[in-house]
């Protein structure tokens, strides 16, 4: 099967950023895997539509790509690791939550009073440290046992189950969750036919 050449779609139901970056590899280890992150100009697209610039990295170089998918598979093996999380990803997850990222400054604002005014981040350093902030977060907070792997057996992403009872079983209801549903309806229809 030929690969689509154009922009792929980002996926957004892992429910936090890092969870979502995750999501840039879909498909993870099925014979069709799709890689949303092919080129520099991918990276930065992703970083705009998560929220974390309003602006194009003008830094996303090949090397930063690499650098980014290195984050991810980290994030990934960390999240879904049955038990404790190979302390490698943790080094490659906390150097990059390590990092410092410039700080608010403080300006005169309207009426001649104190404003902070947020720093433009537009370096994929300073946006990757971002993601592994978040991910070190998810990792060592109240969800940390609720990040799941969608239960549809053609998709592999992770998402946090958020829900009350913690019963959730797909990444979306609108996608995984229906198209579930209506193969065990067409199942149950076909068995009493």
Not at 43 to 49: F, I
Not at 79 to 91: G, K, N, V
Not at 103 to 110: A, D, E, S
Request: glycine share 8%; hydrophobic share 35%.
């Amino acid at each position: 099967m030929d690969k689509p050449q154009g922009p792929l779609n980002f996926r957004w139901f892992g429910g936090r950023t890092s969870v979502d970056f995750t999501a840039t590899l879909g498909m993870r280890g099925l014979a069709d895997e799709c890689e949303r992150l092919r080129a520099p100009a991918d990276l930065s697209r992703w970083c705009r539509e998560a929220g974390l610039s309003d602006g194009p990295s003008t830094d996303v170089t090949p090397r930063a790509l690499a650098q980014a998918r290195e984050l991810r598979e980290a994030l990934h093996r960390a999240f879904s690791a049955p038990s404790a999380p190979d302390p490698a990803d943790l080094d490659t997850i906390s150097n990059w939550s390590a990092r410092s990222l410039p700080g608010p400054r403080l300006t005169l604002g309207p009426k001649s009073r104190p404003a902070l005014q947020r720093p433009q981040l537009r370096l994929t350093g300073d946006l990757l440290t971002l993601v592994a902030r978040d991910g070190a977060e998810l990792l060592t907070g109240p969800h940390a046992r609720r990040i799941r792997e969608c239960a549809a057996p053609d998709c592999t992403l992770l998402y946090v189950d958020e829900s009350r009872p913690g019963r959730r079983r797909w990444c979306s209801m609108d996608t995984c969750g229906a198209r579930s549903k209506m193969a065990g309806y067409r199942s149950r229809k076909t068995q009493r036919a």
